[in-house]
T-cell receptor, first 113, second 112 residues
C-alpha cells in the first residue's frame, strides 16, 4: 500500500463547476499538507500549505485536512479553463534530521469551456 | 525574479555516456533536492542536501550522484546512464527542510 493515495483521473468538468480533489494517507506522522499545481511542461508550483486539521481558504481554493480520517481535499470554486492542470497532493513527516515530503501521483483536471 | 533554473530542458543521450544536469537557485535556500517523475509513480526523491557539503540519499539514488559545493548549485550527475533512467527530472529548493518547495521547470532525459 502506498503511503499517499491519489486518484489519477483524468477528471473533466464544465467551466464554473466546483471541483473536489482528494488524497488519503496511511502515515499518521505526516504533519504538513500541501497541494501543488503542475501545468504541462512546467514544474509543480505551491497552491496551499497547511499544518493543522480544518480548512484553509485562498481565493477560489479551499484546502481541507482531516487527520482523524487521514484524508485531505482541495476544492476549487467557479473552475476556469486556466485551472486545467495536474494537481499533486503532498505531505511531510520528520525522518531523521529532515522533513521528508511524499507526493501523490497527481490528478489530471480538465475544465471544459 | 526568484527561481530555480535547470539545464538543459531536453537531453537525449546514449547508454554509458556521462552527463550532468545543472540546477541553480537564487533565493539563498538552504535545502535542495532532486526528483524524478514517472507516469503512475509520481515524484520520487533521488538525493537531497540540507546545506553546503551535506547531501544524502532519497528513495531512488541508484545510478545518480550529486554535489553541493556552493549554496546555490546542486548538479545531478549520471556517471553511466541506462535506459531505465529515462524520465522527467525536477530540481527543487526551499528555505529550510519542511518549508514549501520551489521547483525548476524540469529536464526531460531520454537514454537510448
Amino acid at each position: 500500500q502506498k503511503e499517499v493515495e491519489q486518484d489519477p483521473g483524468p477528471l473533466s468538468v464544465p467551466e464554473g463547476a466546483i471541483v473536489s480533489l482528494n488524497c488519503t494517507y496511511s502515515n499518521s506522522a505526516f504533519q504538513y499538507f500541501m497541494w501543488y499545481r503542475q501545468y504541462s511542461r512546467k514544474g509543480p508550483e505551491l497552491l496551499m500549505y497547511t499544518y493543522s486539521s480544518g480548512n484553509k481558504e485562498d481565493g477560489r481554493f479551499t484546502a481541507q485536512v482531516d487527520k482523524s480520517s487521514k484524508y485531505i481535499s482541495l476544492f476549487i470554486r467557479d473552475s476556469q479553463p486556466s485551472d486545467s492542470a495536474t494537481y499533486l497532493c503532498a505531505m511531510s513527516a520528520r525522518s531523521g534530521g529532515y522533513q521528508k515530503v511524499t507526493f501523490g501521483i497527481g490528478t489530471k483536471l480538465q475544465v471544459i469551456p | 525574479e526568484a527561481q530555480v533554473t535547470q539545464n538543459p530542458r531536453y537531453l537525449i543521450t546514449v547508454t554509458g555516456k556521462k552527463l550532468t544536469v545543472t540546477c541553480s537557485q537564487n533565493m539563498n535556500h538552504e535545502y535542495m533536492s532532486w526528483y524524478r517523475q514517472d507516469p503512475g509513480l509520481g515524484l520520487r526523491q533521488i538525493y537531497y542536501s540540507m546545506n553546503v557539503e551535506v547531501t544524502d540519499k532519497g528513495d531512488v539514488p541508484e545510478g545518480y550522484k550529486v554535489s553541493r559545493k556552493e549554496k546555490r548549485n546542486f548538479p545531478l550527475i549520471l556517471e553511466s546512464p541506462s535506459p531505465n533512467q529515462t524520465s522527467l527530472y525536477f530540481c527543487a529548493s526551499s528555505l529550510y527542510t519542511g518549508s514549501p518547495l520551489h521547483f525548476g521547470n524540469g529536464t526531460r532525459l531520454t537514454v537510448t
